[in-house]
Every structure is written in C-alpha cells, then in structure tokens.
C-alpha cells in the first residue's frame, strides 16, 4: 500500500497520445461541432457553394464539399497539424480577426476523434486534385492523385469518436441522434442567414431524412424565407439603428404577423450575430422576446445583428465560440429597445387590456355602484365564466343528487361476513335489496327529458328438469341420470372467513 501512495502521488508527463486525445475531445464534442469547423473553413477559403453529406447521422461519415481556394501542395502537409494557421501570427491579430476561425487545432482535433480522415484538394494553379490521408496525429500518410473539379476542398471524416467509445455511445438512441441533427440543422440555418449569398446544401439519408437547399438570395429576409419554408416578406420587417458603438439592424415579425410563422414554441429561430458571427446573445434574446407580442410559450422568429469595431470584442473564451465578450452590449440593447417598443407598442397594449365585454362583466361609470344582475339573465357566454359563488344548476348536479353516494366498509373481512352491508354471498342486505325507484317512470326528470317508460314483465322460468328437487346421496354420487356425477356439497364450517 505505501509503494501504491507513493506511485499515485509521483508527478510524471501524460503521453502524447493521451495529451491529444483528451484535447482533442474538448474541442469535437458532437457531430454539430465538426459540422461547424468543417463549414467555417470552407467559409473562410472563400466558398460560395457548400454541401454537406451525413451518414447515419454523422458518425459513420461526414462529407464537407466547397469551391473555395483549395489547398497548395506545399501547405498540405501542415493542414492539420496542431497550431498551423494562416489566420494569426500574433496574438495581438486576435484585435484585428476577420476569419471565422483562427486557432488552427480543428482539423487536428477532428483526426484525434475519428478513424479516418481524408482530404481532396485543388487549387486554380494545378490541373488535378490531390488526396491526402491523416492519421490521428495529423500527419500526411499517404498522399494520391485524385480527379477533382477545382477549385475546392472535400474533407471526408470516417468512423467519429472511434477512439471515444462512450462519447460514441451516448448517440445510440433515436432520441440522441435526432437530437444531434437538430443542432446540425441549426447551424446550418444560422449561416444560411448570416451569409444570404451562400449556396447550402445539407443532406442526410437516414431517418430522420434531411433534404435542405438554400439557393442565392441578395436579402437576409430571402434566406430567413428559405430556413421557414415560406415567404415571410410581407412578416417581417427590417430595422436599423446607428449609436457611437457600432450599429443594430433587427429583423422581426410585424406587429399583425401569423403567429404560426413568426412565433415558435422553441427558441431555436432567433438568430444574433456580431460581424458576421452567430454567437449567443442571452440578454439580447431575452429583451425581443420581452417587447414582442408573443403569447406565453411561444417565441419571435428574428435576426439581430451587430456591427462593431473587432477591437471591441473577444471571440477567445469557448472552444466553439459560439460565447464572447462584447463591449458595450448595454448600449445595443438599448438601441435595440427604442427600435422596438414603438412599433409593438399597440399591439402591447391590446394584449394587456382585458376583454371584459366577452366575458359578460358589465361596465361601471365612476360615481355609481355596482348592481348584481340576477343568474337567469347572464348570457351563454357570462356561463362559461361563472362566479365562483354564485353559478347556474348543471345537469350532473340533478344526477349527483338522484344517485347519492353509497358507503360501503372497507374491510373485506365486513364484506365477506356480512356485517349490517353486505350479506356472506356479496349481495345487499335484504332491507336494502329493493330498487332504486319502483319504476322507470319515476327516475327524476333531468334537463327536461324525462323518460316514462313501463316495465317490462319478467321472462318466465325455463322448465324444470323432471328429477330436479330429488335429494343427493353422499354414498352414491353417480346416481344422478345418465350418469352425470353429482356435486358433495357440505355447509360452510363456521370457522371459515
């Protein structure tokens, strides 16, 4: 035991390997995460066009297709080692970022978590595409001539945590799978509106089936139209706010928008950007859904996008950079505030009123004093929202007062023996066997439809059989005719429950 402490509490440096694959599954936690790296290296090359292909909801096979710049030959051998980029040579250009990524560990992270790792690429210079083959490390393994319409780059990612059999596990059930598609989908959708003039493609054979084409649009509203499935120009409208920190544009539904189009009962079509960049903006969230017109459970459809110096954000705080640290969010949401308010505040103002006249609560002019109107003449629609006191007879009140509960012991014991409830054969006792009413004509009328049918006669008893009435003999049970066996019947020993 003492040598087992002390080798626990030696100090020594984790391996390589376990280095990369522990850092590597903080950075690809999901499907959606290599979906999103994958998409925002096509962006960043330059893409116009990009299709993405699932299989068995990713973790078989996820296939990114652009037309972007391609890869040269000479940098392919760096493209997914750890910390190679294009994007930064100092940290100081984290101030100055246009891209949308920029730590250069994606490609790296996704080769650490999966079986395999495939890259085509071609550049306007060469007159072929080029594949190359990663191992977990990154490293070029083999490296093949490839026929491949350039320019542009295909990442092909096999066999998703491989190395990760729990992470791996943990997409098994339907749930989790259509779940992880869902999030797939969203950033998909997300920039399809951050970037109107992007063709996206998305699909994904396997149930769940997912078919989504984004054509070219020349408007945020267009490519907001196509993640809805219809046309939402007449829905939404377009505003804008300039302030010394940068400018507001909010596109949200009219204040007479379908609420089955511009509302959702998930928070999961409110798009917010900052230069460009989805990222997660609760405040913001938070403040439309609170100045929209929405009904309880329901949220606004809308995109919020900030426009700002790239100095006065920190994109460097997750490793999805979906969070960052934006100065002076204070001030856009009040920009954001003061574009809204005015236009929703009729229709908040409808929404907050009550509708006494609908519900039958008369009007007091001021100095009088209020008269009780009498229960026969509230109308059809003041029944429905009777006073809690003071309500109209229902139908079910003449039954529950014809059919009174009756109380029956709890006990079986009570039950079987018979005491003062029901007999030993489970019968009513016979002061209490008698019916409800002496004839059907006396059930009580009940909503006015009262019935006055006569009783019928009861069937007459079927003939009895020539030796019924005949005493059993105990000595011979077989005497009875056609030599049917006769039941021994003994009376119940009254030491029996």
């Given amino acids: 035991r003492a040598n087992q402490s002390s080798s626990r509490a030696s100090m020594h440096r984790l ?38 292909r699932l299989e068995d909801c990713g973790l ?16 392919a051998e760096f493209v997914a080692q ?4 294009t994007k930064l040579s100092a940290f100081e250009d984290l101030e100055s970022l246009e891209s949308l990524g920029f730590r250069g560990e994606a490609l790296n992270a996704i080769c650490a978590v999966s079986a395999k790792v495939e890259i085509t690429s071609s550049t306007t210079k060469d007159g072929i595409g080029s594949t190359y083959t990663l191992d977990n490390d990154g490293m070029v393994t083999k490296t093949t001539v490839t026929p491949f319409p350039g320019p542009g780059t295909r990442v092909t990612v096999t066999g998703l945590f491989a190395s990760l059999p729990v992470r791996r596990r943990i997409f098994d059930k339907p749930p989790a799978r259509k779940a992880e598609l869902a999030h797939v989908q969203d950033i998909v959708y997300a920039y ?40 939402v120009q007449p829905l939404f409208t377009t505003l804008q706010s300039t302030v010394p920190e940068g400018t507001v544009t909010a596109i949200v539904p009219t204040p007479t928008a379908d ?12 798009f917010s950007f900052v230069n460009g960049r989805p990222v997660n903006l609760k405040n913001t969230a938070k403040l439309v859904k609170r100045l929209t017109p929405s009904a309880p ?22 490793p999805d950079k979906m969070t960052i640290g934006l100065h002076h969010e204070d001030a856009y949401n009040r920009a954001l505030e003061a574009l809204l308010e005015p236009l929703y505040a009729s229709a908040k103002a409808a929404q907050a009123k009550p509708n006494t006249a609908a519900r039958g609560t008369p009007t007091i002019a001021p100095g009088e004093s209020p008269v009780a109107v009498p229960v026969e003449e509230q109308t059809a629609d003041a029944d429905e929202v009777l006073d809690p006191v003071v309500r109209e007879p229902r139908e079910h009140d003449a039954l529950k007062a014809a059919f009174p509960r009756r109380e029956i012991p709890a006990d079986p014991v009570d039950l079987r023996r018979g ?17 409800l009413f002496s004839s059907i004509g006396d059930i009580p009328d009940i909503g006015g439809a009262r019935q006055t049918h006569q009783r019928e006669p009861p069937p007459a008893s079927p003939p009895q059989h020539p030796h019924a009435g005949r005493p059993l003999s105990p000595q011979s049970p077989t005497n009875a005719p056609n030599g049917a066996r006769a039941l021994l019947l003994s009376p119940p020993s009254p030491d029996r429950d």
Avoid: M, W
């Fill in 192 to 231: 399809c509106v951050a970037l109107p003039a992007l063709r996206v493609q998305l699909r994904h054979e396997r149930l769940p089936q997912i078919s989504f084409t984004k054509p070219v649009h020349t408007s945020a509203v267009g490519a907001l139209g196509c993640v809805l499935g219809c046309d």
């Fill in 60 to 75: 078989a096979k996820i296939v990114v297709q652009d037309d972007g710049a391609g890869i040269a030959p000479d940098s």
């Fill in 259 to 270: 609420e089955r189009i511009a509302y959702r009962s998930a928070n999961d079509r409110f």
């Fill in 82 to 85: 750890r910390y190679y980029t």
């Fill in 297 to 318: 459970g329901r949220y606004p459809v809308a995109v919020i996008s900030i426009a700002c110096e790239r100095s006065t954000i920190d994109v460097n705080c997750t």
């Fill in 15 to 52: 391996p390589a390997g376990t280095v990369k694959l522990i850092t590597g599954s903080q950075v690809i936690t999901s499907v959606h995460a290599v979906v999103k790296e994958l998409l925002e290296n096509s962006i960043d090359a330059g893409a116009t066009r990009v299709e993405i």
């Fill in 419 to 435: 005491n003062g409830r029901l007999d030993a054969d489970h019968r009513a006792p016979s002061d209490a066997r008698g019916p």
